[in-house]
């Protein structure tokens, strides 16, 4: 019997494909993706990793034993040490002040915030859900964009780093651990947590979107 995970990504496949087939993705399959649509995307990623690290200090307080803090203080180390400094490393490389782009346009904020508020108010299964509709999401269409060549060696890094087995393991234990969580839950948590993923998916695709805009 297919665990919770592989039920959430049958039932939103729609959603899912919408991503995974979304113009910025697309535009990176074929080495067209704008210099500055991928600059303006850098400072809206660069801000929400910075949130990322909120939303799994929340999971880490919220985790039912230490196994599991101990998994999720690594994914922490991860972003604060590795991802954060690839963007300070990269901003710099590429002349990009943050402080000059528009950074609160509205699909930006709801995805932000939208994240926050809702692992705040949230459980542990919230959480898990939260973090796995984005980073499974991410990994699926950086793994099949990966063997595309790209001119811009700051953006095929990127995919890169989002297509390895380290980002992959994340993933796979996020995915996991919501079949995990699963388990326990009678229908009507299961059917909220499908309710929380499908906004996951579709914050996601408008926040991939504004990087387009003016």
Same mark, same amino acid.
């Given at each position: 019997?297919?665990?919770? &995970?592989?039920?959430? !990504?049958?039932?939103?496949?729609?959603?899912?494909?919408?991503?995974?087939?979304?113009?910025?993705?697309v535009?990176? /399959?074929?080495?067209? %993706?704008? *210099?500055?649509?991928?600059?303006?995307?850098?400072?809206?990623?660069?801000?929400?990793?910075?949130?990322?690290? $909120?939303?799994?200090? +929340?999971?880490? &307080?919220?985790?039912?034993?230490?196994?599991?803090?101990?998994? !999720?203080?690594?994914? %922490?180390? *991860?972003?604060?040490?590795?991802?954060?400094?690839?963007?300070?490393?990269v %901003?710099?490389?590429?002349?990009? =002040?943050?402080?000059?782009?528009?950074?609160?346009?509205?699909?930006?904020?709801?995805?932000?915030?939208?994240? !926050?508020? *809702?692992?705040?108010q949230?459980?542990? *299964? =919230?959480?898990?859900? @939260?973090?796995?509709?984005?980073?499974?999401?991410?990994?699926?269409? #950086?793994?099949?964009?990966?063997? #595309?060549? $790209?001119? =811009?060696?700051?953006?095929?890094?990127?995919? =890169?780093?989002?297509?390895? /087995?380290?980002?992959?393991?994340?993933?796979?234990? @996020?995915?996991?651990? %919501?079949?995990? #969580?699963?388990?326990? !839950?009678?229908?009507?948590? +299961?059917?909220?947590? &499908?309710?929380?993923?499908?906004?996951?998916?579709?914050?996601?695709?408008?926040?991939? &979107?504004?990087?387009?805009? /003016?």
């Amino acid at each position: 019997m297919a665990g919770f &995970s592989e039920q959430l !990504l049958a039932e939103h496949q729609v959603t899912w494909q919408a991503m995974q087939q979304h113009r910025f993705v697309v535009d990176i /399959e074929h080495d067209r %993706l704008p *210099a500055r649509v991928f600059d303006q995307y850098l400072v809206f990623e660069g801000d929400f990793v910075a949130t990322a690290i $909120s939303i799994f200090a +929340l999971a880490v &307080s919220k985790a039912p034993d230490i196994r599991r803090q101990r998994w !999720l203080v690594g994914v %922490l180390n *991860a972003l604060v040490n590795e991802q954060m400094g690839y963007f300070e490393q990269v %901003l710099a490389r590429r002349g990009i =002040d943050p402080d000059r782009y528009p950074r609160n346009l509205p699909a930006v904020s709801r995805f932000r915030d939208g994240m !926050l508020a *809702a692992a705040r108010q949230g459980d542990y *299964a =919230d959480i898990i859900t @939260l973090m796995f509709g984005a980073e499974w999401m991410y990994f699926s269409w #950086c793994r099949r964009v990966n063997a #595309c060549v $790209s001119t =811009d060696t700051d953006l095929r890094h990127w995919v =890169d780093m989002h297509a390895q /087995e380290a980002f992959f393991a994340q993933a796979r234990w @996020l995915k996991d651990e %919501l079949d995990t #969580c699963a388990e326990s !839950l009678p229908p009507g948590e +299961l059917q909220r947590l &499908s309710i929380l993923y499908r906004q996951v998916l579709e914050w996601e695709i408008d926040f991939h &979107s504004a990087a387009y805009e /003016e």
